[in-house]
T-cell receptor, first 113, second 112 residues
Framework: DQQVKQNSPSLSVQEGRISILNCDYT??????FLWYKKYPAEGPTFLIS?????DKNEDGRFTVFLNKSAKHLSLHIVPSQPGDSAVYFC????????????FGSGTKLNVKP | DGGITQSPKYLFRKEGQNVTLSCEQN?????MYWYRQDPGQGLRLIYY???????QKGDIAEGYSVSREKKESFPLTVTSAQKNPTAFYLC???????????FGQGTRLTVV
């Protein structure tokens, strides 16, 4: 059973608008969350992370929000650019089982010029 | 250049043959991982190793084997017991603690 879920396989957004990618998790022991970006035939690259002691973390155009009570996190990209078109994976880990990362199935973002 | 290197990028093998995928890192990371990606699915953990000479099964270890004789290297062998070996394989490494994992470029294995 998947412990990290991304229920939207794809998302299409106009350039300049906000992209919101969502992720849900089931394991309440998870306390560290990450977003990765992946282009075809390449390895994922780390984008941004958040610890469970925070509810928001910002890095330039990218902001991750964490709602622990809902076991939900989201990645906001503002403004979206065509170069942001990629597959985005969320991942989670726990300090009690550190270094073991669980990944969602990914959301393919298409930013239209 | 610091990084994690997987080779080869593309690999073709006949059914029933064992094949070994290479993964090397020069980031001085203790932890290394192997993931498998199939279309429409997330990255599923095959094996991981937190220190040299120690490794743990992930969620889909059946049909795979690994070794960790050196800190820099974590090769993955796909054995003939793996029923559906055709996939995109990703190796990653990470520092101690729940920090991010750094990924290699991946190896696409096709078994014919």
């Amino acid at each position: 059973d998947q412990q990290v879920k991304q229920n939207s396989p794809s998302l299409s957004v106009q350039e300049g608008r906000i992209s919101i990618l969502n992720c849900d998790y089931t394991n309440s022991m998870f306390d560290y969350f990450l977003w990765y970006k992946k282009y075809p035939a390449e390895g994922p690259t780390f984008l941004i992370s958040i610890s469970s002691i925070k509810d928001k973390n910002e890095d330039g155009r990218f902001t991750v929000f964490l709602n622990k009570s809902a076991k939900h996190l989201s990645l906001h990209i503002v403004p979206s650019q065509p170069g942001d078109s990629a597959v985005y994976f969320c991942a989670a880990s726990s300090l009690y089982n550190f270094n073991k990362f669980y990944f969602g199935s990914g959301t393919k973002l298409n930013v239209k010029p | 250049d610091g990084g994690i290197t997987q080779s080869p990028k593309y690999l073709f093998r006949k059914e029933g043959q064992n094949v070994t995928l290479s993964c090397e890192q020069n980031l001085n990371h203790d932890a290394m991982y192997w993931y498998r990606q199939d279309p429409g699915q997330g990255l599923r953990l095959i094996y991981y190793s937190q220190i040299v000479n120690d490794f743990q099964k992930g969620d889909i270890a059946e049909g795979y084997s690994v070794s960790r004789e050196k800190k820099e290297s974590f090769p993955l062998t796909v054995t003939s017991a793996q029923k559906n070996p055709t996939a995109f394989y990703l190796c990653a490494s990470g520092g101690t603690g729940a920090t991010e994992a750094f990924f290699g470029q991946g190896t696409r294995l096709t078994v014919v």
